[in-house]
């Protein structure tokens, strides 16, 4: 069993920057995409960005590309999501998940929510203007 847990959310002005974290212990191995996704309120869960654990690969959704940034710790089994720049529309839950195969795997990619088997409880992010 994998166990996802994030912090490091808040409240930030718009323009500012939060970094989030995500540890990850349990069974930890067979992890080789992890990822964050957020989710506002009426809104269905979507993809922020992802990372292949051991190649380095990342992957973001257009709307935060070259504002955000992920990236990972492999000894300290923990993914981190660098958020500069916030705008008021990044406001929302973000979640911390990881899947037991590649972010590329064809038709459970990075981006679907349904491919991945593991899910922290998420942190809030709110972002005023």
């Known amino acids: 069993q994998v166990q996802l847990v994030e912090s490091g959310g808040g409240s930030a002005q718009a323009g500012g920057s939060l970094r989030l974290s995500c540890a990850a212990s349990g069974f930890t191995q067979n992890l080789p995409c992890m990822g964050w996704f957020r989710q506002a309120p009426g809104k269905e869960r979507e993809a922020v960005a992802a990372m292949h654990t051991q190649r380095g690969s990342t992957y973001y959704v257009d709307s935060v590309k070259g504002r955000f940034t992920i990236s990972r710790d492999n000894a300290k089994n923990t993914l981190y999501l660098q958020m500069n720049s916030l705008k008021p529309d990044d406001t929302a839950m973000y979640y911390c998940?990881?899947?037991?195969?590649?972010?590329?795997?064809w038709g459970r990619g990075w981006s679907s929510r349904f491919a991945y088997r593991y899910w922290g409880q998420g942190t809030q992010v709110t972002v005023s203007s």
């Open positions: 998940a990881a899947k037991n195969d590649d972010c590329l795997t």
